[in-house]
């Protein structure tokens, strides 16, 4: 199919002759590689404590090159910044593309997480254990996910029943209204609780700092089946974005892919939510840089791109954050924003 | 301007009375009332029991966050405040009990000019931030309720009590102090009320040589620790003290002893691992002595 209907009114002004456009996405998508290679190499080797660079090779490749680096410092690679490092790349990776998903389906460029009601029923979610059981602390990860896809469903069913529905307008409403209430309850969890609140602005400032594998373990299969959705998502959206008219004359239900598109970018969302706390900045910026870097709002372009430039994004503001004030850690979501919005606005102001 | 003869014989007089009546009013009970507060509110465990340890029986004391259990019995049926963050106690609530005095501390401190407006002297810096400023508070609240003598006498016992308790200490563990904050390892650091306990009760804080983000005050005594770092610092014994009433820490224990990231920490090997079910780690206690005898007993062993 041609991609030449596929511009947005996002980033629409950045239309450009189509080779050196291409070369452009080339270079977007090599500089962005270069970048997260390099993110994730200081993301293994600096921490709070000084690891030897020979003892995070010998703890990585210990298997191939016969070398046992110190217990200690293996401990501190593999169970510690291995996961923290892979915990970045998924949650930064998943919320681009939550991102991606939402603006392509909804057409709006303000969409994100926070739009279907997904931010405020993860963090309901996680309120629920924080400060009204904190016994089930074990819990909190999955009552993140399982709150913020309970709010996504309840906006889906508001939104695709009775009159007029699936409609973008009534959608994003019911999305502020549903996340409305679930911030509500957040708040006067937070009210009734006061002595347990530190522990709840822990979670909302957003930290990397998980359990383990063990976390990760557990939320994976959400996070892959929302990618393998997302990837499935990409042309379909691509049609979309001509028009619903046109998408439904081309064999595509402009209803069930924004359906899918939702349920696809809840599942990540919640699942970032329950690995990391709230990073809403990720989601709803991540994709617009893409576009203004590229240069174009295809689908098949903005949405693995997006996922790069998160995971980028993500572990960058993770390394800074945990190194910054060793051996304390900063939340990283100030610090990504700290990181994001200088370049994000430096774009806005090449291409607008 | 000139005044008529009668007006100017009559002003010396009038000055006079004024003059008397100001030096009545001065020494009448109500400005003693001023001086010496009579109705007492004391939000804070520590300025509750020196209180009650004083003679003196608030009109009201705040429901303590982790059990009554750590208020003395001498303040049984005394009226009990809510507390809600950041400005301490419900203001209707207060004014109600028509107290001339409040007994608070920095951590409500946000609280103070609310409450001063409506008249009520407030002392927000009389709850004890490190052990060594106890005797202190004692002394001036003593002074404050007028009662200077038992305050000085109460100061000395208490000091000495807890100089005592740390007598004959045969080992020092290296100790992680933190707050049970889900997976955040959030450490109290030195200069902290627990930190000053733990050393006191012979124990080797790990965190002393970090130095805290926030300059000053009660943020200056926490820190958000890596879990790296507490890897690295292998400590012997892990205290948490978590959020949550005493029922929920039994299972709070449990998470903490089986939290992978300490799982090679010496503590979590020798299942050194302890969640208390009162607070008496964060906040100060009338009784430091005593607290510092658990600490040796129950969870550094020394």
């Known amino acids: 199919m041609s991609f030449a209907a596929t511009e947005r009114p996002v980033g629409a002004g950045l239309h450009a002759p189509a080779p050196r456009v291409s070369a452009r996405r080339i270079a977007v998508v090599a500089v962005l590689s270069i970048a997260l290679l390099a993110a994730v190499a200081a993301s293994l080797a600096l921490g709070s404590v000084k690891v030897p660079l020979n003892s995070v090779l010998d703890s990585l490749c210990g298997w191939l090159t016969g070398h046992h680096p110190p217990p200690i410092d293996r401990e501190i690679i593999l169970q510690l910044r291995l996961p923290r490092t892979l915990t970045a790349l998924v949650v930064g990776a998943a919320l681009g593309v939550a991102g991606a998903l939402l603006q392509g389906s909804l ?75 679930f911030t509500a309850g957040t708040s006067m969890l937070m009210a009734v609780y006061p002595s347990r609140a530190p522990s709840a602005v822990m979670w909302l400032a957003g930290s990397l700092q998980t359990e383990g594998w063990g976390t990760i373990r557990n939320v994976a299969p959400y996070l892959g089946g929302g990618f393998l959705l997302a990837i499935g998502l990409m042309r379909p959206l691509n049609r979309l974005a001509l028009g619903d008219e046109v998408a439904a004359s081309l064999g595509t239900s402009p209803r069930v892919v924004r359906l899918a598109a939702i349920g696809a970018a809840a599942i990540l969302a919640s699942g970032s939510a329950a690995l990391a706390g709230l990073l809403g900045f990720l989601g709803i910026v991540v994709p617009h840089t893409v576009r203004l870097l590229g240069g174009t709002s295809n689908n098949t372009f903005v949405v693995p791109v997006s996922a ?43 291409a607008v | 301007m000139l005044l008529p003869p009668l007006a100017r014989r009559l002003l010396a007089p009038l000055l006079l009375a004024v003059a008397l009546a100001a030096i009545a009013i001065a020494g009448a009970p109500g400005a003693a009332h001023a001086a010496t507060p009579e ?155 627990g930190g000053d306990i733990i050393t006191a009760a012979g124990g080797n804080l790990v965190t002393k040589e970090i130095k805290p983000i926030a300059g000053s005050g009660q943020d200056a005594v926490v820190g958000n620790l890596s879990n790296e770092a507490v890897v690295r610092m292998n400590p012997d014994v892990i205290i948490v003290v978590p959020h949550g009433s005493p029922s929920d820490v039994p299972t709070i224990a449990k998470y903490y002893r089986k939290f992978a990231p300490w799982r090679t920490t010496k503590a979590a090997r020798t299942g050194q691992i302890y969640v208390p079910t009162d607070d008496l780690l964060l906040q100060a206690t009338s009784d430091p002595a005593a607290l510092i005898r658990k600490v040796r007993s129950q969870y550094l062993h020394n």
């Open chain 2, 39 to 193: 109705r007492v509110v004391a939000i804070t465990p520590f300025t509750a029991n020196i209180l009650a340890q004083l003679g003196v029986r608030p009109v009201a004391v705040a429901s303590p966050a982790a059990g009554e259990q750590g208020l003395s019995s001498a303040l049984n049926g005394v009226a009990r405040l809510k507390l809600s963050h950041p400005n301490g106690p419900n203001l209707e609530q207060l004014v109600a009990l028509r107290p001339d005095a409040l007994f608070s501390s920095p951590t409500w401190r946000a609280g103070t000019p609310r409450i001063q407006r409506l008249g009520i002297k407030v002392y927000d810096s009389l709850d004890p931030q490190r052990l060594g400023t106890v005797p202190i508070a004692i002394t001036k609240i003593a002074s404050i309720v007028g009662k200077g003598p038992q305050g000085t006498a109460l100061a000395t016992r208490v000091q000495a009590g807890y100089r005592g308790a740390q007598k004959d200490i045969t080992r020092h563990p290296r100790v992680l102090l933190a707050m049970g904050l889900a997976q955040y390892t959030l450490a109290i650091l030195r200069n902290s009320w």
């Open chain 1, 107 to 181: 057409g709006n460029p303000l969409a994100s997480p926070d739009v279907i009601g997904v931010t405020g029923g993860a963090a309901f979610g996680a309120m629920v254990v924080i400060l009204l059981s904190p016994a089930s602390v074990a819990l909190l990860p999955l009552s993140a996910l399982a709150f913020g896809l309970l709010a996504a469903a309840l906006v889906a069913m508001l939104s695709w029943t009775g009159r007029n529905a699936g409609g973008v307008g009534r959608l994003i409403l019911s999305g502020i209204a549903v996340g409305s209430i």
């Open chain 1, 308 to 350: 790069l430039a998160g995971a980028t994004l993500l572990t960058i503001g993770d390394v800074v954050a945990r190194t910054v004030k060793a051996p304390l850690e900063l939340p990283v979501g100030p610090m990504m924003v700290a990181i994001g919005v200088p370049l994000f606005l430096w774009l806005l102001r090449k």
